[in-house]
């Protein structure tokens, strides 16, 4: 019975505490306005329509617009030039060593001729025999083949005509009776072996004069074109041994893997490099862009140029080399490179003094340049379907 009790004893406290927490929350809980909601939705919903009925205008006018890319590069010859060999010979003399300054067409090296003047005479030959030859067949009538071929139809003729009378003779004599017929008989076989003989040397002279026809012509006069320029390349040949300065500059010792130092008695071979000749009185500058940039520049692009060899000096070029391919060994890296060169055309004699080859260059070009355009910001163009407009 005490247990019973207890039980019951819990059962209406758990009780009474929930009645007193029922009664407090209903004290401090409102009931909810479903009306004043959605008012104030409504009232928000208002506000914002009334903001979107607000459009935010601007004025755009014409404006100078430029756009540019920022390079670096190296102050560098405003040319250079390679002298190579121009055939297979050697060394015989050389009249300007490394770090001399020539002018254009000054003599740099001698080359031995050696077989050249043997060729060089053997090609006079072939030109000589070719000449004559054309020459004959274009006087083909008054050759001696042709003489010789009509002097004999001309005896034909004579000796068919003698037989003609011949038989006209005996068949005279015939008819009177004072010959045989069998005189009569030799005399026409006679006539008919002339007549083959005049055939023949006719059919001969037609062939003699066959040989100097328009085809045989045509080919005589382009073998003895083909002799001439055979002529002329062993002539520019033997011109070429001495080599000489392209244009004015500095010699410069032949760089790369394969060159080798000038030296009287060296073998040279065709297209082999001897040396370089660079034109130190106008300058350049050379440096490599992206496969991204390269598109973006064009020839006679303006350019300005400074570096911290030169501080203060601001100095104008323009594009004058872009390169077709990129540099070797580039393709491999990530952004292949093209070397491109600025020209410093309008170098002054002032800043000429403050360069020297090798400078680190910093170069800014102008690749766009639009002097009454019209910029309005990104969040006012609108795009689709591939088409653009400002809204």
């Given at each position: 019975m005490t247990m019973k009790r207890l039980q019951a004893a819990r059962g209406l406290a758990v009780l009474i505490v929930l009645g007193i927490f029922l009664g407090v929350g209903t004290w401090y809980i409102k009931p909810l306005d479903i009306f004043s909601a959605t008012a104030s939705l409504e009232e928000s919903l208002d506000v914002e329509t009334d903001n979107t009925s607000d459009?935010?205008?601007?004025?755009?006018?014409?404006?100078?617009?430029?756009?540019?890319?920022?390079?670096?590069?190296?102050i560098a010859p405003g040319r250079v030039e390679r002298v190579v060999s121009p055939l297979d010979s050697h060394i015989r003399a050389i009249y300007a060593q490394p770090g001399?300054?020539?002018?254009?067409?000054?003599?740099?090296?001698?080359?031995?001729?050696?077989?050249?003047?043997?060729?060089?005479?053997?090609?006079?030959?072939?030109?000589?025999?070719?000449?004559?030859?054309?020459?004959?067949?274009?006087?083909?009538?008054?050759?001696?083949?042709?003489?010789?071929?009509?002097?004999?139809?001309?005896?034909?003729?004579?000796?068919?005509?003698?037989?003609?009378?011949?038989?006209?003779?005996t068949a005279f004599l015939l008819d009177e009776g004072i010959i045989a017929a069998a005189e009569h008989e030799e005399a026409q076989r006679q006539h008919e072996n002339r007549k083959i003989d005049f055939n023949a040397a006719q059919r001969e002279l037609d062939s003699v004069a066959a040989k100097a026809g328009d085809e045989a012509i045509r080919v005589a006069r382009l073998e003895s074109d083909s002799a001439y320029d055979r002529l002329r390349a062993q002539q520019d040949k033997l011109d070429r041994t001495t080599v000489?300065?392209?244009?004015?500059?500095?010699?410069?010792?032949?760089?790369?893997?394969?060159?080798?130092?000038?030296?009287?008695?060296?073998?040279?071979?065709?297209?082999?490099?001897?040396?370089?000749?660079?034109?130190?009185?106008?300058?350049?500058?050379?440096?490599?862009?992206?496969?991204?940039?390269?598109?973006?520049?064009?020839?006679?692009?303006?350019?300005?140029?400074?570096?911290?060899?030169?501080?203060?000096?601001?100095?104008?070029?323009?594009?004058?080399?872009?390169?077709?391919?990129?540099?070797?060994?580039?393709?491999?890296?990530?952004?292949?490179?093209?070397?491109?060169?600025?020209a410093l055309d309008k170098l002054q004699p002032t800043a000429r003094n403050q360069l020297r080859v090798g400078m680190s260059a910093y170069v800014t070009v102008l690749v766009q340049y639009r002097p009454d355009a019209l910029l309005v910001p990104l969040s006012a163009i609108a795009q689709r379907e591939g088409k653009s407009w400002i809204t």
């Open positions: 459009l935010i205008t601007m004025v755009v006018e014409p404006s100078e617009f430029r756009s540019t890319i920022a390079l670096r590069g190296n001399r300054k020539v002018v254009q067409g000054e003599p740099l090296v001698d080359l031995a001729i050696g077989q050249l003047s043997v060729d060089y005479r053997a090609a006079q030959v072939e030109h000589i025999r070719a000449q004559s030859k054309l020459f004959e067949l274009e006087n083909w009538a008054n050759s001696e083949e042709m003489a010789q071929a009509q002097r004999a139809l001309r005896r034909a003729r004579i000796e068919l005509d003698s037989a003609q009378r011949e038989i006209e003779r000489k300065a392209p244009i004015n500059g500095t010699v410069l010792v032949a760089e790369g893997r394969t060159a080798k130092p000038l030296a009287a008695g060296r073998p040279v071979s065709q297209g082999e490099l001897l040396a370089s000749i660079a034109d130190f009185e106008n300058l350049s500058v050379v440096l490599t862009v992206n496969e991204i940039d390269v598109t973006k520049l064009a020839l006679n692009q303006p350019a300005l140029i400074t570096g911290p060899g030169f501080p203060g000096l601001r100095i104008e070029g323009a594009v004058s080399h872009i390169s077709s391919r990129a540099k070797s060994g580039s393709q491999h890296r990530s952004a292949p490179k093209f070397e491109i060169v600025i």
